[in-house]
């Protein structure tokens, strides 16, 4: 689950003393396998070296004392990591705000109350198509139909609900029904955008990708049913191409950092840099490094080949340290 930026955390990192966001990929681990999957997370897919309980309370401890004020954790599969609840716990009282991006295959009535009593924010999780079938064309093994019960218990204790979509050619038509039942079962915002040609999703791209065609049709229905459902569900997608996202971004950082499962720091998830290592540096030292590395070289060397080759998103998980 790649972390999506809220809009509302556009805010530009340059005169800030600590991040506004931090995006925390707990583990690579994942109970399924998606074709789509950027991160290539699948079942034994942890990454090698990633963080212990006592590593990651020390970056919890330096998040909650620069009061970082939103923190979310995703993966792989967050629920899977070993001692997620422990974590979350940690922050009970400091009121960060929480929020958990998961893919719902994991929730009962005991996961719903423990997020609540946890004080979690916003649960998103994926509901990329209103059929079972084309739910599990890309997402093998899935279950819709956990995911709808899931957001119903969180809703029922009142944890606030996000759903996200990722059009494929075998759902992309159905983009507005999805929409219409994100709505119903009380999402509060809806994500979607072009899919990102990395990680696992480059074996399966010919059979994934929408056309060009499909991508119109559908960019025509979000906009649609953004306005129709305009004050009452946020709709927010990415239309444009990764390369002019992060044009805009090389010029504006926004204030969030990427921490991996291993600790190291990422720029964003579009680029393959890495400026920080939790495990070794201080919370200051790495956002100090963070706002530096934007102005690297290197990134908008990356970017220019992005625009000149998109099959250069390839190379996202070759790490570069800046
Ligand atoms: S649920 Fe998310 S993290 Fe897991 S394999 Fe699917 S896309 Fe990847």
Same mark, same amino acid.
């Given at each position: 689950?790649?972390?999506?930026?809220?809009?509302?955390?556009?805010?530009?990192?340059?005169?800030?003393?600590?991040?506004?966001?931090?995006?925390?990929?707990?583990?690579?681990?994942?109970?399924?396998?998606?074709?789509?999957?950027?991160?290539?997370?699948?079942?034994?897919?942890?990454m090698?070296?990633?963080?212990?309980?006592?590593?990651?309370?020390?970056?919890?401890?330096?998040?909650?004392?620069?009061?970082?004020?939103?923190?979310?954790?995703?993966?792989?599969?967050?629920?899977?990591?070993?001692?997620?609840?422990?974590?979350?716990?940690?922050? *009970?009282?400091?009121?960060?705000?929480l929020?958990?991006?998961?893919?719902?295959?994991?929730?009962?009535?005991?996961?719903? /109350?423990?997020?609540? &009593?946890? /004080?979690? &924010?916003?649960?998103?999780?994926?509901?990329?198509?209103?059929?079972?079938?084309?739910?599990?064309? !890309?997402?093998?093994?899935?279950?819709?139909?956990?995911?709808?019960d899931?957001?119903?218990?969180?809703?029922?204790?009142?944890?606030?609900?996000?759903?996200?979509?990722?059009?494929? *050619?075998?759902?992309?038509?159905?983009?507005?029904?999805?929409?219409?039942?994100?709505?119903?079962?009380?999402?509060?915002?809806?994500?979607?955008?072009?899919?990102?040609?990395?990680?696992?999703?480059?074996?399966?791209?010919?059979?994934?990708?929408?056309?060009?065609?499909?991508?119109?049709?559908?960019?025509?229905?979000?906009?649609?049913?953004?306005?129709?459902?305009?004050g009452?569900? *946020?709709?927010?997608?990415?239309?444009?191409?990764?390369?002019?996202?992060?044009?805009?971004?090389?010029?504006?950082?926004?204030?969030?950092?990427?921490?991996?499962?291993?600790g190291?720091?990422?720029?964003?998830?579009a680029?393959?840099f890495?400026?920080?290592? !939790?495990?070794?540096?201080?919370?200051?030292e790495?956002?100090?490094?963070?706002?530096?590395?934007?102005k690297?070289?290197?990134?908008?060397?990356?970017?220019? /080949?992005?625009e000149?080759?998109?099959?250069?998103?390839?190379?996202?998980? /070759?790490?570069?340290? !800046?």
């Amino acid at each position: 689950m790649p972390v999506v930026l809220p809009e509302s955390l556009g805010a530009s990192a340059a005169d800030l003393s600590a991040p506004l966001y931090a995006a925390w990929q707990l583990t690579n681990e994942c109970g399924l396998s998606c074709r789509h999957c950027i991160e290539g997370s699948g079942p034994g897919r942890a990454m090698p070296g990633e963080l212990s309980r006592d590593e990651a309370f020390r970056i919890i401890d330096q998040l909650l004392a620069a009061e970082v004020p939103y923190v979310a954790f995703s993966g792989g599969e967050p629920l899977l990591h070993p001692h997620f609840f422990e974590l979350l716990g940690r922050f *009970r009282g400091s009121g960060t705000g929480l929020k958990v991006e998961t893919n719902g295959q994991n929730f009962d009535a005991g996961t719903c /109350e423990r997020m609540a &009593k946890c /004080e979690v &924010k916003s649960v998103q999780l994926s509901m990329d198509g209103t059929t079972e079938e084309s739910y599990r064309a !890309l997402r093998p093994g899935a279950s819709l139909a956990k995911v709808v019960d899931g957001i119903r218990g969180l809703r029922r204790v009142g944890v606030a609900v996000e759903v996200n979509f990722a059009p494929t *050619r075998f759902n992309v038509g159905q983009i507005g029904a999805a929409m219409d039942r994100a709505f119903e079962l009380g999402a509060y915002a809806f994500y979607t955008g072009r899919l990102i040609r990395a990680g696992r999703a480059v074996d399966f791209w010919d059979g994934l990708a929408p056309s060009e065609a499909q991508y119109g049709e559908f960019f025509g229905i979000v906009k649609a049913k953004a306005l129709e459902y305009e004050g009452r569900m *946020r709709v927010c997608y990415h239309e444009l191409g990764i390369a002019g996202e992060l044009r805009y971004r090389v010029e504006h950082p926004a204030a969030l950092i990427i921490i991996l499962p291993d600790g190291r720091v990422k720029l964003i998830n579009a680029l393959p840099f890495v400026c920080g290592d !939790l495990r070794r540096q201080n919370l200051r030292e790495v956002w100090g490094a963070y706002k530096t590395a934007w102005k690297d070289l290197r990134v908008a060397r990356f970017i220019d /080949e992005l625009e000149r080759d998109p099959d250069a998103v390839g190379k996202l998980h /070759e790490w570069v340290a !800046l």
